[in-house]
C-alpha cells in the first residue's frame, strides 16, 4: 500500500542529492574506475577520519565487517564471543561463521548490552566481546574496556547502527579492537546496494582485513595470504557513499530534531516508553526511534490504517528460527522488547508536517486506550 507517511522515502532522498550522486557515478563509469579505485580509497580515508581511527577498510556488507573483524581479531573454532540476544541475526551469524560460539546476554531498557551481566558469562573460552550499539545510542564502552582489558578479551564494536553517535565524546567504532558499520541503504549512511566498513587503529587488523575481502590476494604482489572472500566494497557504491558522507552531520542533527519533536508530543502518554535516555555521556543519532507500548500490535494496525508505516526489530526472538540452531538464553528483557517494540518513521526526509501526523495518530490512538 502507499502511505502517506512512509518509514523512509528512497526516491525523495535520491532527488536532493541527485547531481552530487550522479557525477560522482558518471566520473566512476567514464573514468572506468569500477573496481578497488581511487574513489574507494578516498571513502575509505574520510570515514576513518569521521570517526577518529587510522584505518577503514570498506567491505560489500556489515556482516562481513563483522567477520572480518573478528577473524582479525583471532576468534575462530573453539572460541567464544559474548554479545546481545536484542539484534540483527548477522551479529551472531559472523560469529558462528568464525568457527566460534555466540554467548547470548540480555539488555537494559536502552536497548544496549547489559554490563552487569557480562562477567558472569566469560569462561576459559571466551576470546571477545561484541557490544552492539543498537538504534543509534553507544553502549558503555569504558566498563566493556575495562572488563575486556581485566580478562584479556578482543572488543569488537557492532556500530552497525550507530555511525556519528558518541559516548564520551568519542564515535561508535573507534574505542575497540575493531568497529563494523552497515551501509545498508537505509541505513543513517546507506549506498544504494549493500556495503559496510571496519574501522580500527590496528594495522594489523586493518591489513589482514583488506586481504581477506579480496580472495586473500595482495593485489600489490599477487601474493595470496589467505582462503579469503569475495567482500569488496563496490567503488561505484564507495563514490556514492562518499558524496553523502559529506551531508552525514546535518542528517543526524534533522534525526535529533525529529527525536525531540516526538517526546515533546508523546511524553505525555503513559503507555508509551519513549527512547529517550540520560545523555550527559552520550550523543544519541536515532538510527531508529523506537517506542515501546504492551498494545503495540493494535497500534501499529491503527497506524497503517491512518497511512503511517511503521517497523518492527524484532519480533521473533532469533533462537526460536529452529534453522539457527541456537540455544534458549535467560533474557527477559529480550522478550519484553520482542512484544512491545515499534520504531516510527525517522529518516532525512521525514518533515515536520509528517511528524506531526504521526503524534496526533498516536494521541488519538491512546485516547481511546485509557
Known amino acids: 500500500m502507499a502511505y502517506r507517511v512512509p518509514f523512509i522515502d528512497p526516491r525523495s532522498h535520491y532527488a536532493k542529492l541527485k547531481t552530487e550522486i550522479n ?25 576513518a577520519e569521521f570517526v577518529g581511527v587510522k584505518y577503514a577498510v570498506g567491505v560489500n556488507s556489515g556482516y562481513h565487517a563483522l567477520l572480518f573483524a573478528l577473524q582479525g581479531a583471532g576468534v575462530g573454532p573453539g572460541d567464544e564471543v559474548i554479545t546481545v540476544a536484542h539484534t540483527f541475526v548477522a551479529t551472531v551469524s559472523a560469529i558462528v561463521h568464525c568457527g566460534a560460539h555466540p554467548v547470548l546476554i540480555d539488555v537494559r531498557p536502552d536497548f544496549n ?43 569488537i564494536e557492532d556500530a552497525a547502527q550507530a555511525l556519528g553517535a558518541t559516548f564520551d565524546g ?16 537505509f541505513k543513517v549512511l546507506g549506498g544504494f546496494g549493500d556495503g559496510g566498513a571496519i574501522t580500527t587503529n590496528d594495522p594489523e587488523l586493518a591489513r589482514k ?18 582462503h579469503g572472500q569475495t567482500a ?9 557513499l562518499d558524496v553523502k558522507l559529506r551531508h552525514l552531520p546535518d542528517w543526524i542533527a534533522h534525526r535529533r530534531w525529529i527525536a525531540d519533536c516526538y517526546l515533546r508530543g508523546l511524553s505525555g502518554i503513559r503507555q508509551l516508553r519513549l527512547p ?17 507500548t504492551t498494545v503495540r500490535d493494535e497500534l501499529r494496525a491503527y497506524l ?3 497511512g503511517i508505516e511503521t517497523l518492527v526489530h524484532w519480533q521473533k526472538p532469533m533462537w526460536e528460527h529452529r534453522g539457527l540452531g541456537l540455544a534458549v538464553p535467560d533474557v527477559q ?16 526526509e521525514t518533515t515536520d508536517t509528517q511528524v506531526q501526523a504521526i503524534v496526533a495518530s498516536l494521541q488519538a490512538f491512546f485516547s481511546r486506550h485509557p
Open 304 to 306: 497503517k490504517d491512518q
Open 276 to 292: 529517550h535516555f540520560d545523555e550527559t555521556r552520550r550523543r544519541d543519532i536515532y538510527q531508529n526511534y523506537v517506542i515501546r
Open 23 to 47: 557525477r560522482a557515478i558518471s566520473d566512476c563509469l567514464t573514468n572506468g574506475d569500477l573496481v578497488n579505485r581511487h574513489q574507494l580509497k578516498e571513502f575509505e580515508q574520510h570515514l
Open 333 to 348: 528483557e529480550t522478550l519484553s522488547l520482542c512484544r512491545e517494540v515499534l520504531s516510527l518513521p525517522m529518516s532525512a
Open 232 to 240: 569488496l566494497l563496490d567503488n561505484v557504491q564507495a563514490a556514492v
Open 170 to 185: 568519542n564515535c561508535a567504532g573507534s574505542q575497540g579492537r575493531a568497529g563494523c558499520f552497515s551501509f545498508y541503504p
Open 209 to 226: 582485513a583488506t586481504l581477506l575481502r579480496y580472495n586473500g590476494e595482495d593485489r600489490a604482489t599477487g601474493e595470496y595470504h589467505y
Open 113 to 155: 548490552m547489559d554490563v552487569a551481566l557480562i562477567e558472569r558469562a566469560i569462561t576459559p573460552r571466551t576470546k571477545a566481546l561484541l557490544p552492539v550499539h543498537l538504534n543509534g545510542r553507544v553502549c558503555e564502552m569504558d566498563q566493556i574496556l575495562a572488563l575486556a582489558d581485566q580478562h584479556g578479551l578482543a572488543v
